[in-house]
């Protein structure tokens, strides 16, 4: 019942996509910071090899980028060959890598579904196909391994932005989540979801020019999402006291979807 074993990760080895900003570096770094060995994936190269460098000297663990474009299956298995050359088993997958579109109802594209689409929903199942033979290995029914997949509340409430595919392919991600976990759990690996609220990122920022006192103002919590809420959430998920919480999608919101404040983000 101790802290460390409750909750300790340290000589895990985890694959987090989107690992370069937002709140796929603030899962890095959490894990980071205790003792995780950690590979970052993201499409812009030199931004994510700089991210890995800044993460390894803030928190003294090794985190290594190796850069991919997960839209397609072919960057996908490409960037999945490259982990299993380097790592003959990981212990965490962390499905973070997202996009968001917004436009008006009569014009929104095509485009902007695909994209939104091919990037939450199917790189999420093809990335897990993918590494679940390299999280088969050290999962035990004692410790299993672990999958999170980083949904969003707009999968929950109705947004307040023009973003129809974003929340569409939210909802499947929470969904896939279940089934995901149905599937794998025989096979000692655990599926669970984070459903983020309003968190500093480019992919909120872009909507709000990078003013969040708004959104702040109006969250149950009169604030929005910091580092620690989102990687100790994390933390839980991929410790021994996650370890039966199964198929499950937390929101992390500050109180947005239960208690009903406004859906910015
Ligand atoms: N921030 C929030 O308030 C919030 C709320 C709810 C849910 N979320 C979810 O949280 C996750 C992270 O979003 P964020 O807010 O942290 O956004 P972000 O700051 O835009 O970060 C997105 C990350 O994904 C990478 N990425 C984008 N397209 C990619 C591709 N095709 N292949 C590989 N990597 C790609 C980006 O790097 P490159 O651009 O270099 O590829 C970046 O590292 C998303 O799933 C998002 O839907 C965020």
Redo the contacts with the bound molecule.
């Keep these: 019942m101790k802290i460390n074993d409750l909750f300790g990760i340290e000589g895990k080895v985890a694959v987090i996509?989107?690992?370069?900003?937002?709140?796929?570096e603030m899962i890095a770094a959490g894990f980071l910071a205790n003792g995780v060995k950690v590979y970052i994936?993201?499409?812009?190269e030199r931004?994510?090899h700089l991210k890995a460098e800044e993460l390894s000297s803030t928190y003294g663990g090794e985190c290594i980028s190796i850069a991919?474009?997960?839209?397609t299956v072919d960057?996908i298995k490409d960037f999945a060959n490259q982990i299993k050359e380097k790592e003959e088993h990981i212990d965490f997958l962390i499905n973070?890598?997202?996009?968001?579109w917004a436009e008006p109802f009569g014009a929104f594209s095509e485009g902007g579904w695909d994209k939104v689409m091919d990037?939450?929903v199917k790189s999420i199942f093809f990335l897990t196909q993918e590494l679940a033979p390299l999280l088969r290995i050290n999962g035990t029914p004692d410790d299993p391994s672990r999958i999170i997949n980083?949904?969003?509340?707009?999968g929950m409430n109705v947004a307040a932005f023009e973003t129809y595919s974003y929340g569409a392919s939210?909802a499947a991600v929470h969904h896939l989540t279940r089934h995901l976990a149905a599937r794998l759990i025989d096979e000692n690996i655990l599926v669970n979801g984070i459903a983020?609220?309003?968190?500093p990122?480019?992919?909120?920022g872009a909507a709000v020019a990078h003013d969040y006192s708004e959104i702040a103002k109006r969250n149950p919590r009169k604030r929005i999402g910091t580092p620690q809420d989102m990687a100790g959430l994390a933390i839980f998920l991929c410790s021994r006291a996650g370890a039966f919480t199964v198929g499950e999608t937390i929101t992390c919101d500050g109180g947005v979807v239960k208690l009903g404040g406004h859906n910015l983000?």
């Design positions: 996509s989107g690992g370069s900003r937002g709140i796929g994936t993201a499409r812009k931004e994510l991919s474009d997960l839209s960057g973070n890598a997202g996009a968001a990037l939450n980083i949904g969003s509340i707009d939210k983020p609220g309003p968190f990122s480019n992919m909120l983000g």
